[in-house]
């Protein structure tokens, strides 16, 4: 699975890191940073429940 | 019974109805099904309600901008920064600021939350009650940035009073006039401002490891922050960090108060605290509503806003819409996708949005840990205030 975030309309929210730590980090102003843009299978549900709670549908998956 | 809150006849609302701060989601109900933009009543100001059109509001601030006149809304001399400055130059301050209220700072901050709500919790759990907003709600939220800013805890009650004055003039008053509101405003914005120049000069000379240090030190673009930027951006933090959190932790401890069942999920299972901050963010909404101001004439729906008019985007409908939520009237610590707006979205999003979350967790944990059954007073009345919804009054009970 594919992971894409767009940095223009990320503001630092943090739901995915919080709910996904092991697809998506923070870097120091807070906003995200992809740690795995191919997802192993294991991390797929976190990688879509990170996604889905994105408030501003800044990630993309596939 | 007073006239309706909502009149779709007239398509106006009565934000400032004492009802609907104290149960908002039926009016905000109606409101997205008879009158999605209505009118407020007194201001006629627009009131959007719907998910979709509120975030789309908040996406486009180059239509509906957050440069609202300030001077109407609290005792400001300026804008706050950044709260009332329109990206690009907002986006320049929060780069700046934003570190400074990251997940991974606030994080270090946990023990001494911690540590201070069982302070608080210690003095009153013996005696089988409290009022909760002044023994708990108000000391824990505002001890904690105060320490966060560098700022001196034995103040507090200075800081508290200037809050009120700004936000709730009201306050333990019997009835004001407009004209008198305005000035224990201006009198309070006054106040504050002497406060921080004083402070400013006092870290200029001797800077410290803290916040407002580090702002006298700060640059944007090669160029130090001005004395006058500093002040703005101090009072923003000032009233956002008094009061957000206080009147978040009332809503949610009067939800579990008055909802066993769910109350008793979180004490069994503490360890779905964090989503039921989020569940319970989206379903009370404290901040209901944001202002911001048209840049031009606009359409939404077949509403026409005019050029200048002041609009409520009100967060509170939007993250009760059930357009946007599966099931939206429920309230469910386990839900999976809860994009929901009591942050704001877009440019904009709450600078403390790390803080007030890990605020809410840790005192929801420590609360039910140490006082796991609890209710309203019977035959006591809460009372809440409107605009941010503050529990000002929430007497509760437990055995000993």
Redesign the interface.
Same mark, same amino acid.
């Given at each position: 699975m594919r992971v894409s975030v767009d940095a223009a309309k990320c503001? =630092? *929210?943090?739901?995915c890191?919080?709910l996904a730590p092991d697809v998506f980090g923070?870097d120091?102003? =807070? *906003?995200c940073v992809l740690l795995e843009a191919d997802v192993p299978p294991e991390l797929e549900d976190q990688a879509r429940?990170g996604a889905?709670?994105?408030?501003?549908s800044a990630i993309r998956i596939g | 019974m007073g006239p309706p809150i909502v009149d779709p006849e007239t398509g106006t609302v009565s934000l400032f109805d004492p009802e609907f701060a104290r149960c908002p989601q039926p009016v905000y109900a109606e409101l997205r099904r008879r009158c999605p933009v209505a009118r407020a009543a007194f201001t006629e100001s627009p009131v959007v309600s719907r998910y979709e059109d509120v975030v789309w509001a908040l996406r486009h601030p180059e239509i509906f901008s957050s440069a609202v006149d300030t001077r109407l809304v609290l005792g400001t001399e300026r804008p706050m920064i950044p709260q009332q400055i329109d990206p690009p130059a907002q986006t320049r301050y929060r780069k700046l600021l934003d570190p400074h209220f990251s997940r991974k700072r606030m994080a270090a901050l946990v023990p001494e939350i911690r540590r201070h709500a069982n302070a608080l919790i210690d003095a009153f759990v013996d005696a089988g009650r409290c009022e909760f907003d002044e023994q708990f709600a108000i000391p824990l939220p505002c001890t904690a940035f105060l320490a966060l800013l560098g700022l001196p805890a034995d103040r507090l009650d200075f800081f508290l009073e200037i809050k009120d004055g700004i936000i709730r003039p009201q306050k333990g008053r019997d009835a004001m006039t407009l004209e008198q509101m305005k000035e224990v405003r201006v009198e309070s914005g006054r106040k504050s401002y002497a406060f921080f120049e004083e402070t400013l000069d006092e870290r200029s000379a001797a800077p410290r490891d803290d916040l407002l240090s580090t702002l006298l030190r700060a640059e944007i673009d090669g160029e130090r922050l001005t004395r006058s930027e500093i002040l703005d951006i101090c009072f923003l933090l000032l009233l956002a960090g008094l009061d957000t959190v206080t009147a978040t932790l009332g809503c949610n401890v009067a939800y579990l108060a008055s909802n066993p069942s769910q109350r008793r999920r979180l004490v069994e299972d503490p360890s779905l605290v964090p989503s039921a901050v989020e569940e319970l963010l989206r379903w009370e909404t404290p901040v209901t509503g944001v202002p911001r101001v048209a840049k031009r004439d606009v359409t939404i729906g077949d509403f026409e806003i005019k050029e200048g008019e002041l609009v409520t985007l009100l967060l509170g409908a939007a993250n009760t819409d059930d357009e946007h939520f599966p099931e939206a009237q429920r309230v469910d610590f386990a839900r999976e996708r809860n994009v929901h707006t009591a942050f704001g979205v877009g440019a904009h999003r709450c600078l403390g949005s790390h803080l007030a979350r890990m605020e809410l967790q840790v005192a929801l944990e420590e609360w039910h840990r140490r006082i796991p059954d609890y209710r309203i007073e019977p035959g006591q009345t809460p009372r809440v205030s409107p605009g941010i919804r503050e529990f000002m009054y929430l007497p509760l009970v437990w055995d000993v």
């Open positions: 503001v =630092g *929210h943090g739901r890191y919080v923070e120091e102003q =807070g *906003h429940l889905d709670n994105c408030p501003e | -």
